[in-house]
């Protein structure tokens, strides 16, 4: 591999630690492990509740590392968009804290996740993003 393409891992690695940081710091968790598990949570629910282009769309704007995480175990063949409600949605992340639940209201730390996708995201993906969400879980993302 080049040098640039060592520095092309770094700075992904590099990026994605900043964004778990930044969503630890405003969890408040102090558990970067725990912050990681939620944005992956999140991004997995949101993800199989996309359409497979919004998918690849949201997909190009991550971190390189991040965008591993996202498409980790994704079935495109088994689209499932319209059958995701708001309490579907928050039971995927709660399932992902079952060994460890957050005391915090999940819906409120999704919304959190949405704050730092919308910061770190172009508005117009997340447009997007959000006209192809269902109604409830886009909802929570706006409240």
Do not use: K
């Not at 891992?9 to 990681?36: A, K, Y």
């Not at 088994?78 to 460890?100: H, V």
């Not at 730092?116 to 997340?126: C, D, F, K």
């Amino acid at each position: 591999m080049s040098s640039d393409g060592l520095q092309m891992l770094d700075h992904t690695v590099q990026l994605t630690h900043e964004w778990i940081n930044e969503l630890d710091g405003e969890l408040g968790w102090n558990n970067r492990h725990r912050s990681f598990r939620l944005l992956r949570a999140v991004l997995h629910a949101l993800r199989d509740c996309l359409p497979p282009a919004e998918v690849a769309d949201l997909a190009a704007q991550l971190p390189t590392r991040l965008r591993g995480v996202f498409y980790e175990h994704w079935r495109p063949a088994q689209p499932d968009s319209g059958r995701w409600t708001l309490e579907r949605f928050l039971e995927r992340l709660n399932a992902s804290f079952r060994n460890d639940p957050v005391e915090e209201d999940m819906a409120d730390a999704a919304q959190v996740v949405f704050a730092l996708l919308a910061r770190r995201i172009s508005a117009g993906e997340i447009g997007d993003v959000l006209q192809t969400l269902p109604t409830e879980i886009r909802q929570l993302w706006l409240a």
